[in-house]
Structures are given as structure tokens and as C-alpha cells.
């Protein structure tokens, strides 16, 4: 070899290890989850020509998610911050003449309702409140905002407590419970409170009580256009804490406080929105039936409540997030179908069009179908979207119009340059009974089909939601981490219609969906590029019961990832906040009258068949599906001498990857899990 070629050759060399060093350089890293942001809750001004959306970004000195208000004009300009400093700031409103903006704000140190003036910029604090204000609405004439705020409920005594000698000090008293529900996830035991509507002049002061009594009444609240009722929703029955899936549309009258019941059905109505001329008002229904999945129905009924009448018609989705057309006798509505969320007109006699498609972006962690629109002045239409490469940004569209403008590019600064994992779809039939199952894979960054790559299944929570082939924190890092990562979309999930959903009535988990499950990672397998070696399993709620329940019916995973599983239904039920609905709704009935039923279903049943080293991860305050249930399963798998480890998040509850730095440690637990099995 020359001097000349030895030369070349090592300059190409080290041409080619710089090329290589800024790939693996550019790929998403843990770190980068402190800086990703997403767009969500778009207002459209009442003239169209402008949007506030609030901007959620991650502080990394804070370890929490920051959400801030800020503007940009419905062609995509002058984009800017309107409320944007370390305190939190929330749910944007518009008043009905566009020159003011209600919101609410940590500002003052709790969270209050604020109202900013556009013309100027002045702010002014308008309440201070015990308790969190929520669902704040404008009056149409401006001069009042309405909300909701939990309030106190009557304390009973069981036994008086006996007096301390003077400078004793004695433990904490007891405390009695005789309430249900008296627990909920993220606030853990709760004294009893009950959600009342209040109303403050549009220069604030006191707020006025306008509805009484130990029932929860909730929103949104929609005024009528003369700025003298408001409805909500409210179970108002005296047996209300065991029934659910039951709720009304009310009525209430700001003056007098009177109530007025709008329906009557057996079922859910809600989200209840007044026509233009005040004379019809569109809501949503569920009808009540012990089934764990039901579409929400359009209907439309007059002011009083008569003549109610469904729109929806044969449409075979699950509804929501209604508002009237500004300019036409329509009303809009979002709607999930096959992964992909869409917003569709209805006119008084049924489903007119479909307007919009590809709401998402609003769940950075996993890949759940998400995103949400508002409709404003002219019929402008502001939703948020994201793709499988970033985040929700917001879009702007005008009525009548196909042309969508792209307002923001909120993670072009961080995600334009890094190389990330593409995102493929697959269809394939399920062994079961040939099902058609839709499912998406990622390939790592750099990925080369003449390799062959460890893969993950990762499977989604609910079971009724959905995922799709959005951006995905979590599944990224994965990816980066040179695995090729499947999930699905079983039997059970959400957007494919009822009785898709259905198909796990009573059978959740069950060989059923497991057969979902493996039938996609054959399909994944049979494109050539898998390691059938190296196999990995993981999710997280009912994708945690998933990932249990299938290492007790195969031993193809070298090593399974299970967050904050249900291990035992049987003690799950008994233990957790959701366990009157979910006993209704998902079962034949309690334990004690079907306890076979409940341990059939229990991947605890299966225990003694595991041989799958299994990470366990659940939150210490987790109350949707207590900390319990993942140590009754630790304890057995250790018993039986499997290999098994446990991840306890402290004082989280169920979502364990709520702050950035816990999503990072939930992703390095469970890949650090998986390399110790990983087979050369």
C-alpha cells in the first residue's frame, strides 16, 4: 500500500467515524424530555382572527410540566406570550366581545380565577378561593363568569374525642369514613365535598352560591344567550354514589337559584349547548347498560326538554366537544375512527360532513390517540396536531375552507435535527378467530434490514382507548436504544367501533387479546428484521394486566415490564377508587357472587405457570390500581424463585410518569431490565 492510499484511506476512515458519531449523536435522548412542549386547549377569538392556546412545556429545574397562554394570529403570525412566567396558567376564555380574557392562574400563590385585558395588557385578580376553581364560563352579556368549586361537606362524628391533659402530645385523631366514593387517585382519602356552581361579577368580588345540596354538579356550564340560566349536569339522586354512569341536564336560574330537570333517561347526558335563537339545545347520552363500552350519542331536544331526538344516527363512534356554528343552524363534534380523530358537522336532521381529520399530539409518554379543537368567530376552527415525529402544535382552518394553517412548530428547535425512529403501520389477522388488528411498529434510527433487532411489545392502558402513529416520548427512547417497538391496537380498544370495543366484554385480560398480541409480534417477526431470540414485553395499567397475564400463558419473553398492573381483581375491586363503576360496568357482578369469574381473569391464577424474569413499577399513592396488587405478585414470583424486581415511585399515583425525570426513570428501569436478559 502507498503512502498516498494509506493516507486517503484513513481519511475516509475518519470521514465516516464523524458521519457516524453525529448520527448517534442526534438521537433522542432522556434528557431531551425536559425540553419537548405541546400545544393544547386552543380558544379562537370571537372575531376568528386570533387564538390563545395554553403551551406546556417542561421545567428542568422543577422537574414539572409549566403550561402558559400564548397568541398567535389565525394566519400563523405574530405569534407571542400573553401569560408566560414560572406560576401555571390554565383554561383560556374568551368574553363574548373578544376584549378581555378570563383564566385561571397560580399566580397569586393558589389557583384562581384572573381576567387580562387585551387592549392593554392589565390583569386583574377576581376570586380567593378555598379550592380550585374549574370549568369557568363567560356570561354573553360579560358582566359574570361562572364556575365550579368543590366545596365542604357536612363532617359526622362517630365519636367524640376525648380531651388531652394540658401540653400533652397524643397522635394524629382517627379518622371515620362512612361515605362512598371516599378515596380518588392523586388526592388519596378525601373528606366529603361536593361540586357547586358559583358566579362573580365580571370585576370579581364574592363569589355567589347557586346550587346547594350533597351532589356533585358538573360542567362545562353553558349560559343561554340571555345571561340568565346556566346548565350543567348532575346526578341529583339520593342513592348517587352507587350508580354509575347516571347524570341529568339541570337547569339553574342565577337569580333565583331554581332548578329545572331538562332530562330524565337512564344513562349519562351531558355537555349540554345552547342553539343561536335559544330554542334547542344539543347534548351528549349514554344509555345505562352494565357494559364496560358504550358510543356517546348526539341528541338534540328543545329548551324545556321535550322532544328529544337522536342525531348521530347509525354513526358507530363515541362523540364529544360540541359547539353551535356562528354562522349556520350546525353543530360540531369530534370523533375517533381507527386511530384517527376527526371533527364532523351535524345539521338538525343528522351527520352532514366530515370537516377536519387528524386530531393528536396531546399525550407525550405513549402514543395515545388524543388532541382536541375549539370553533370560534367565523366558524374558525383551531385544533392541535401532532405527527409521529412531534408534539400537538396548533392548526388553524377557516370555514368553508380546505387550506390549514400551521400556527406553531413548537419542538422544531429540538426535534428537527434529531434523528428519530420512523413509524410504520401493520394490519394482520389475529389467530383467535381472524380478527383484523391494527398495530404500528418502530424502526431504530439508523435501522438496517440486513440486521436483526430485539423487539418490545408494548401495549396501551384503558382497554377502551386507543393508540396511534403519534409522537411518543417513551417509545422513541426505546427505539433509540436499538429495539424495534410494536404495539397494538386489540380487541377492546377504543375508535374501531362498539362492538370491536365489546369484544372483550367479561374478558379482559384473556387468552383473547393475548392472541391479538402475538399474532402481531409473528406478523412483525415474518418481515425479516426481528431477533426471535430477543423478545421483550411491557405496558402499563391495563396494559400491565396485559403483560402479566401473557407471561402466564407463554415463555417467549426473555423478561416482561409490568406498570402498575391489576393482579387480583378480586382484592382490585375491593381496594381501589374506581370499584362501583367498574364492578357495574365490567363484571357480571361482585366477587363474593362470581369469585371464579374474577380469578379467572386474575393474571395472579397463572402465577404458578411464570417463568418470565418480571419489573414491576407502580406508584406508592396509587389509588386506580394500589401499590398492593404489584407486591402480591413480587411476592409470589419471588416465592416461586422467578427472577423479579420492583420499582416503587414514591408518593406518585397512577400516572407514574407524570413528571419528566419519573418517565425518564420509568423507561431506564425498564430497558436496564431488558439489557440484563438480552441474549448476545
Known amino acids: 500500500m502507498t503512502n498516498f492510499t494509506r493516507v486517503f484511506t484513513m481519511f475516509v476512515s475518519t470521514i465516516l467515524t464523524i458521519q457516524i458519531s453525529a448520527a448517534e449523536n442526534t ?16 380558544r379562537v377569538s370571537p372575531d376568528g382572527r386570533s387564538v390563545v392556546y395554553v403551551r406546556r412545556s417542561n421545567d428542568i429545574m422543577t422537574d414539572k410540566t409549566r403550561s402558559s397562554l400564548w397568541q398567535v394570529d389565525a394566519q400563523g403570525n405574530n405569534h407571542r406570550p400573553l401569560v408566560s412566567d414560572t406560576n401555571n396558567h390554565s383554561s383560556p376564555r374568551w368574553s ?52 365550579t368549586m368543590s366545596v365542604k361537606g357536612k363532617t359526622r362524628i362517630l365519636a367524640k374525642a376525648r380531651k388531652k391533659p394540658k401540653g400533652a402530645s397524643w397522635a394524629e385523631p382517627v379518622k371515620v369514613i362512612e361515605t362512598i366514593p371516599y378515596q380518588f387517585d392523586g388526592n388519596g382519602i378525601v373528606e366529603p365535598e361536593y361540586e357547586q356552581i358559583f358566579v362573580i361579577p365580571e370585576e370579581g368580588g364574592t363569589p355567589r352560591q347557586i346550587t346547594n345540596g350533597e351532589f356533585n354538579h358538573r360542567g362545562p356550564l353553558e349560559w343561554d344567550r340571555n345571561s340568565r340560566n346556566i346548565l350543567f349536569s348532575s346526578n341529583r339522586h339520593q342513592n348517587w354514589p352507587l350508580e354509575s354512569g347516571e347524570r341529568d341536564i339541570f337547569s339553574v336560574n342565577v337569580k333565583s337559584r331554581n332548578l329545572s330537570q331538562l332530562t330524565n333517561s337512564e344513562g349519562a347526558e ?37 322532544e328529544s331526538r337522536l342525531l348521530s344516527g347509525s354513526l358507530d363512534a363515541s362523540l364529544s366537544n360540541l359547539f353551535w356554528s356562528r354562522t349556520q343552524n350546525m353543530i360540531y363534534a369530534q370523533f375517533d375512527q381507527r386511530a384517527v380523530r376527526k371533527i364532523a358537522t351535524f345539521d ?16 407525550l409518554g405513549r402514543p395515545y390517540l388524543s388532541g382536541t379543537y375549539h370553533l370560534g368567530g367565523n366558524d ?58 391494527q398495530g404500528w411498529y418502530l424502526l431504530p434510527p439508523n435501522f438496517d434490514p440486513e440486521k436483526k433487532y430485539p423487539l418490545i411489545l408494548e401495549i396501551h392502558g384503558g382497554p377502551h382507548l386507543a393508540y396511534g402513529p403519534y409522537f411518543s416520548a417513551e417509545l422513541q427512547l426505546m ?10 391496537n386489540h380487541r377492546g380498544s377504543s375508535s374501531y367501533g362498539e362492538r370491536f370495543a365489546l369484544l372483550l366484554q367479561y374478558k379482559y385480560s384473556s387468552k383473547e387479546d393475548f392472541a391479538d398480541h402475538m399474532s402481531g409480534v409473528d406478523a412483525v417477526i415474518s418481515k425479516g428484521f426481528v431477533d426471535e431470540d430477543n423478545l421483550f414485553i411491557a405496558g402499563g395499567s391495563a396494559g400491565g394486566i396485559a403483560t402479566a397475564y401473557a407471561i402466564g400463558l407463554t415463555d417467549r419473553f426473555n423478561a416482561a415490564a409490568a406498570a402498575k398492573p391489576v393482579i387480583n381483581w378480586i382484592s382490585k375491586t375491593l381496594t381501589a377508587d374506581s370499584s362501583v363503576g367498574q364492578i357495574y360496568h365490567q363484571f357480571p357482578g361482585p366477587p363474593w357472587e362470581h369469585f371464579q369469574h374474577y380469578w379467572e381473569r386474575s393474571p395472579l391464577s397463572l402465577v404458578g405457570q411464570v417463568t418470565t424474569p418480571t419489573l414491576l413499577l407502580t406508584g406508592e399513592a396509587d389509588r386506580r390500581t394500589p401499590i398492593s396488587e404489584t407486591e402480591q405478585f413480587y411476592q409470589a414470583l419471588k416465592l416461586r424463585k422467578i427472577d423479579a424486581a420492583m420499582v416503587r415511585v414514591p408518593d406518585s399515583p397512577h400516572g407514574i410518569a407524570g413528571r419528566p425525570s419519573r418517565l425518564i426513570a420509568k423507561v431506564d428501569n425498564i430497558l436496564a431490565w431488558f439489557e440484563r436478559y438480552r441474549k448476545d
Open 270 to 306: 351531558f355537555n349540554p349547548r345552547f342553539s343561536k335563537d335559544n330554542n334547542h339545545i344539543a347534548y351528549l347520552a349514554v344509555p345505562k347498560k352494565p357494559v364496560a363500552y358504550q358510543n356517546t350519542q348526539l341528541k338534540l331536544m328543545k329548551r324545556d326538554g321535550s
Open 380 to 437: 374558525t376552527i383551531a385544533f392541535t396536531s401532532g405527527k409521529h415525529d412531534s408534539p400537538a402544535d396548533i392548526v388553524v382552518m377557516k370555514k368553508d375552507s380546505d387550506k390549514q394553517v400551521l400556527a406553531t412548530q413548537l419542538n422544531t428547535d429540538l426535534l428537527a435535527d434529531k434523528n428519530l425512529a420512523s413509524v410504520h403501520n401493520i394490519t394482520y389477522a389475529s389467530s383467535f378467530d381472524g380478527e383484523e388488528i
Open 96 to 147: 363574548a366581545d373578544g376584549t378581555r380574557l378570563a383564566y385561571i392562574s397560580s399566580a397569586s400563590g393558589s389557583t384562581q380565577v384572573h381576567v387580562r385585558w387585551l387592549d392593554t395588557g392589565q390583569t386583574a385578580l377576581l376570586t380567593n378561593l378555598r379550592n380550585s376553581p374549574k370549568h369557568i364560563s363567560w356570561s354573553p352579556d360579560g358582566r359574570r363568569i361562572a364556575f
Open 348 to 363: 338538525l336532521k343528522g351527520l352532514k360532513k366530515i370537516v377536519v381529520e387528524g386530531l393528536s399530539g396531546t399525550s
Open 27 to 42: 438521537l433522542f435522548t432522556p434528557e431531551d424530555v425536559f425540553d419537548l412542549e405541546y400545544a393544547s386547549d386552543p
Open 479 to 488: 427505539a433509540a436504544a436499538g429495539y424495534v417497538v410494536f404495539y397494538d
